[in-house]
């Protein structure tokens, strides 16, 4: 039987929910209570919900869906006990008029319902992409930057000691100039909903989980990512549609390296975990890099190969975004960031669609 991603999904937050805090997360205050609506359940809703015990001034008020079944598991999640369920999020904004949105609906919808939220002043945390056109991308970058809405998307991979690890290590300059990147996403199909299995609604698997990996080689070396040129296709499994099952991009970097981002959805039902996430980074004086069977490994000119066990803390996303928002504290993923990523997974896609190679 196959493993249902957005059983697991639905039910991560409610153990999240119900975790207690942990001894290095200590409780984040707000100037006043803080209402927030979920826009959909789909994707990294844990992202929002799982941070719920260290942000007591922080209350979810409402939340939709398109799927009832989802929507039922979801009640039962403790932290929506006293939230109310609507069938459509512009009468649920109507009504309850939430101080932030999480967007997490169908992705094709992201655009237009992170606009909806700006222009109606409602703080966003969105799930990515927030944007699978261009256009809509560029249309939200103007209204972001006008102001005073603030938005961040869902990329909490950052956030994550391993890659924090990778980071400081660059930063140290142990591993010298970094001018090779390997990166890899592998995942199990699952059972997923009809709309993920169709172009104009997924968008690709370069936005959808490129954006996580081409997030996570922007931030763990400091580097851009200057042109890209892509292979993708959709071998066998009929029964999932048009969706790209795999990918190969490789990109130009802007010191003249090179970056390359292999993504599948070949990973077998019977593996132990639904990923397989790895990045090495290669540098003129050593190699760090990390995948779950090693952990972070680092091995330089002057220092052989050991695997690095003193990580960072890992971090929160929702709990930076509202820290950033209401506290003014500083906000590790910045704007610049998120539009950036997106202009280059967007532009990898372009490349593949048009076979040709483009300039990011």
């Not at 930063?171 to 699952?190: A, L, P, R, T």
């Amino acid at each position: 039987m196959k493993t249902s991603r957005r059983v697991l999904l639905a039910g991560l937050p409610a153990a999240l929910a119900a975790a207690p805090a942990s001894a290095a997360s200590a409780a984040v205050r707000l100037p006043r209570k803080i209402r927030v609506a979920l826009l959909g359940l789909e994707g990294h809703t844990a992202e929002v919900l799982g941070p719920l015990p260290n942000l007591p001034d922080v209350e979810v008020v409402a939340y939709c869906d398109g799927t009832p079944s989802i929507v039922q598991r979801f009640a039962k999640n403790p932290a929506l006990v006293h939230a109310k369920a609507y069938p459509d999020y512009r009468q649920l904004l109507d009504k309850e008029k939430p101080d932030v949105a999480a967007v997490c609906n169908v992705i094709s919808h992201h655009a237009a319902t992170v606009l909806e939220c700006l222009s109606r002043n409602i703080h966003v945390i969105a799930e990515k992409p927030i944007a699978i056109e261009t256009k809509d991308l560029e249309r939200i970058k103007a209204v972001v930057e006008r102001g005073p809405a603030k938005l961040t998307a869902m990329l909490p991979m950052r956030f994550e000691p391993n890659y924090k690890a990778l980071k400081k290590i660059v930063e140290s300059g142990e591993i010298g100039e970094v001018i090779q990147i390997d990166s890899q996403k592998s995942y199990k199909v699952g059972d997923r909903t009809p709309w993920w299995y169709k172009r104009e609604t997924y968008g690709g698997t370069l936005p959808w989980i490129g954006s996580h990996m081409v997030d996570l080689m922007l931030f763990t070396t400091g580097r851009n990512l200057v042109e890209a040129s892509t292979f993708q296709n959709h071998i066998g499994f009929p029964e999932t549609g048009d969706t790209e099952n795999v990918t190969a991009t490789i990109f130009r970097m802007d010191n003249g390296g090179v970056a390359l981002l292999r993504m599948d959805y070949l990973r077998p039902e019977a593996a132990s975990t639904h990923g397989d996430d790895r990045l090495r980074l290669a540098g003129t004086k050593g190699v760090a890099e990390y995948m779950a069977a090693t952990g972070v490994t680092l091995v330089t000119n002057t220092r052989k190969q050991e695997v690095i066990r003193d990580l960072p803390e890992k971090g929160s996303l929702f709990t930076e975004f509202l820290d950033w928002v209401y506290n003014n504290k500083p906000m590790s993923l910045s704007w610049k960031d998120i539009y950036r990523g997106h202009q280059i997974v967007l532009g990898a896609r372009q490349a593949a669609e048009e076979h040709r190679l483009v300039k990011l």
